[in-house]
């Protein structure tokens, strides 16, 4: 008889304790996941932060937190993932009641790209570890992984090039803006540099002295069309990094930059789900548009900006697309700005618009990257390769 009574009172506190977690196992129930930054470089470690926060008594015995991700996001002693075509990762919990639990992450970013996590599903158990709850969860955390920056002789000898260039060709005026000091004044000096407070104190006539600031741009030309269609994914992927080593390089020579490209992007708004960045030569998504100009900037924050922007290519507009974009630049036959154009794609049509560029006056530099065991032969003066070693694709 004691045996059936312990039975239905066991019975008893199992409906009760089921009725109570049907109805309040999700109530003051908070969890997030996002990234630790906005944005890594690639090859740099970074963490995402998993928070749960449980604002009720009802503790939460067993509780599992299951979302997935690019596999390009290497997780570093994580033992409740596993790889496939994603990154699936199924977090266990056990959660008292009033109690917040934050769990930390380390990944590694291989590769280029914005990876973003939409959303999660929160699975939990009773007390008596029997019935089953679950819920989809929303969420919104990317994170950019910036392209590769290039550290070796050939990128130095080609930076150095690139500098001499802008210096035999720049011209400098005072920035009224830049205040430097002051000093005595001498006769070649202007009388509106004249600072009369200063007179007046020493007695002496003083000028003021400005920084300079250089009158000139590099405008960044990116063509993310090849040669020949053979393993061209990596051929591009270098010219995209190529065009944030150049741009971040040049920008902390406090030299003006502006970056424009046949690259698309996708469209951020209207997408849901994992954002893969595996091969540029794959066909686009309708919806995918051509990636925002960047005008000119001169502080190390645009170079942000722009590896933003080249982190969000996905594919190519095309060949045709790259040389309206010159034909435009032909049109405003602009003198002082330093083109460097990053092209794998070096046929007649793309050099006709460069020869007419020169004839112009407008100074070009074109950089083309390609695979060593084809090499590369300059036709023109203004060429110059970039070797990308075929064994390592």
């Not at 008893?12 to 908070?30: A, D, P, S, T």
């Not at 990128?155 to 150095?160: C, F, P, S, V």
């Not at 005026?173 to 007046?200: C, H, L, P």
């Not at 051929?235 to 971040?248: G, Q």
Request: proline residues 2%.
């Amino acid at each position: 008889m004691k045996i059936v009574i312990a039975i239905l009172i066991l019975g008893l506190v199992y409906i009760v304790q089921r009725g109570l977690y049907e109805r309040h196992w999700n109530k003051g129930l908070r969890v997030s996941l996002f990234f630790n930054a906005d944005f890594i470089e690639c090859d740099e470690d970074s963490e995402l932060t998993v928070g749960i926060e449980n604002h009720k008594l009802l503790p939460l015995p067993v509780f599992h937190l299951k979302y997935s991700m690019d596999r390009s996001l290497v997780f570093k002693e994580m033992d409740n993932a596993s790889v496939s075509d994603l990154n699936y990762i199924n977090d266990v919990f056990s959660i008292l009641g009033n109690q917040r639990i934050i769990r930390r992450h380390t990944f590694h970013g291989t590769e280029r790209g914005i990876y973003n996590i939409t959303g999660c599903t929160v699975h939990v158990r009773d007390f008596f570890l029997i019935s089953t709850f679950a819920e989809q969860v929303n969420n919104n955390s990317l994170i950019y992984i910036f392209p590769r920056k290039f550290k070796c002789p050939e990128y130095d000898e080609m930076m150095k090039g690139i500098m001499g260039e802008l210096t035999s060709k720049r011209s400098l005026y005072e920035d009224d803006m830049s205040f430097r000091g002051i000093r005595e004044y001498v006769n070649t000096d202007s009388q509106r540099s004249i600072n009369w407070k200063q007179t007046a104190k020493r007695n002496d006539l003083m000028v003021n002295l400005y920084d300079h600031t250089m009158d000139k741009e590099v405008r960044l030309l990116l063509n993310l069309d090849t040669h020949n269609m053979l393993e061209a994914g990596k051929l591009l992927e270098d010219a995209i990094s190529l065009a944030s080593t150049l741009s971040r390089g040049i920008l902390k020579k406090k030299v003006g930059v502006s970056v424009a490209t046949n690259g698309m992007m996708m469209d951020m708004e209207n997408y849901e789900g994992h954002i893969h960045f595996s091969d540029i030569t794959e066909r686009g998504r309708a919806g995918d548009r051509i990636c925002p100009e960047i005008g000119r900037g001169s502080d190390l924050s645009h170079a942000v900006t722009i590896d933003k922007m080249l982190s969000s290519i996905v594919k190519s507009a095309g060949i045709n697309e790259f040389l309206k974009l010159l034909d435009v630049e032909i049109k405003k036959a602009v003198t002082n700005v330093l083109y460097i154009v990053i092209s794998p794609y070096y046929k007649e049509d793309i050099v006709e618009k460069l020869d007419r560029m020169v004839k112009n006056d407008q100074s070009i530099l074109m950089i083309v990257p390609y695979y060593d065991k084809f090499g590369f032969k300059p036709e023109r003066p203004y060429m110059r390769g970039w070797e990308v070693k075929m064994d390592e694709v």
